[in-house]
């Protein structure tokens, strides 16, 4: 059985926890508080962290964050009072796995225990297949992706700006992100900004931050994300869409490493890697005068194409069985669905002009409709069956 860490400063609480958790085969540790907790953790091996929200010195908030950062595989479980139920979907913003609300009796707290062991578990399975796909975050079996990730890795180790372009629902941020995880920055922040998502006004501020009074509403000076992502990498998504002017500081900063604020003269340095990606031809946009020559040549230093879901039929399954996983620990179901014979045919025959982003969202849905049961025609979207039956 799993081992339980109880943190509380009422002791008949842990008292009444430990006795009912131990008959039940569960191995329980409790303590006082948060510093007591972060010792025991030092050697005691705990499967789940059981916390309560309110207690001297240092609350369970602290309590998480220093677990998330110093345990990370470990869920924790926060113990709240009524009164304090807003506290408690804070600490779930912030990465608790679960909370409870007091009074409770302990066969409440052992099934919130048992259903968050499950989906760590679910979360388990999905390391290990990675780990057996042998690309840690990313997964294939296709040997065109294989070729993109082993220049990939090339370039992740070495500063050179990367563009990497491809359809939408590829994958460019996950690519980002795992370029990122292997890169000598992996230790600072990955910072993303989709520019497509931010009128043109406010793209720049987001990217270089403004002074107080730069426009209406700059009632304060604000850092940008270049400056978040000081010493780390700066992933701009559909880099296409910054503007001329955006483009322009954009290009200063690829070549000096300095830039200034939106309404601001201080000029700023910061070490930060560039990462951008495009679903749109790049080359196009240049000869059209929609974007910068010279910075389309400062991006492209190292260049990566992303291929589309439909050239790598082989990764279909395999990406499946992960977002089926995924899917079931999301929705806390306590074995992961399966997919009937049509249903993977019907995945084959598929030309997914969505890519992977479309498969992920036809899994999830299969697998809210269908539970724990078999996933079937019925219960994926319409659009995919209505275009993919007529292929079989």
């Known amino acids: 059985m799993a081992n339980i860490l109880i943190v509380d400063d009422d002791r008949q609480i842990r008292l009444t ?8 085969g569960y191995r329980v540790r409790d303590v006082a508080s948060v510093q007591a907790a972060l010792n025991a953790l030092k050697d005691f091996h705990a499967d789940v962290v059981l916390s309560d929200l309110r207690m001297e010195k240092a609350d369970g908030l602290e309590l998480l964050a220093a677990v998330r950062d110093e345990h990370p595989e470990v869920p924790v479980i926060i113990m709240t009072a009524y009164g304090t139920i807003e506290k408690a979907v804070e600490a779930i913003r912030l990465g608790a796995a679960d909370f409870v609300v007091k009074p409770f009796s302990p066969p409440e ?3 919130v225990l048992v259903r968050n062991m499950h989906i760590r578990g679910l979360q388990a399975e999905n390391r ?6 042998g690309q840690g975050d990313m997964l294939t079996r296709s040997s065109a992706l294989e070729r993109v990730l082993d220049m990939a890795a090339r370039f992740a180790r070495s ?16 690519l980002a992100r795992h370029m990122h995880r292997m890169s000598q920055r992996a230790h600072q922040r990955f910072i993303e900004v989709n520019c497509a998502s931010l009128a043109t006004n406010l793209l720049e ?44 500081r954009l290009l200063r900063f690829l070549q000096d490493k300095v830039f200034e604020r939106v309404g601001e003269t201080q000029t700023r340095a910061v070490d930060a890697r560039i990462i951008a990606a495009s679903n ?9 005068g929609a974007f910068r020559e010279d910075l389309y040549y400062r991006l492209n230093i190292a260049e ?5 879901l439909r050239e790598r039929p082989e990764d279909i399954p395999v990406l499946t069985e992960h977002f089926l996983a995924q899917a079931a620990a999301r929705n806390g179901l306590s074995s992961i669905p399966s997919v009937d014979e049509e249903v993977a045919a019907l995945f084959a025959a598929y030309r997914w002009p969505g890519n992977v982003r479309e498969l992920h969202n ?10 724990t049961g078999t996933i079937r025609l019925s219960h994926l979207p319409d659009p995919l069956l209505k275009q993919a039956t007529q292929t079989l």
Request: proline content about 3%; aromatic content about 2%.
């Open 17 to 24: 926890l430990c006795i009912h958790l131990e008959r039940k």
């Open 109 to 111: 707290i052992e099934q």
């Open 128 to 133: 290990s297949l990675r780990a057996a796909l």
């Open 159 to 174: 500063e050179a700006t990367v563009l990497i372009l491809g359809e939408s629902g590829t994958g460019k941020s996950l």
């Open 205 to 248: 501020s987001e990217l270089f931050g403004h002074c107080r009074g730069a426009f209406t509403g700059a009632i304060k000076d604000k850092p940008g994300r270049l400056e978040a992502a000081h010493q780390g990498t700066l992933f701009l998504d559909e880099i296409s869409e910054v503007s001329i002017d955006g483009q322009a």
């Open 280 to 288: 749109r031809d790049l080359r196009g946009q240049v000869a059209r």
């Open 304 to 308: 990566l194409t992303m291929p589309p």
């Open 362 to 371: 036809a899994v999830e849905r299969g697998v809210i409709l269908a539970g």
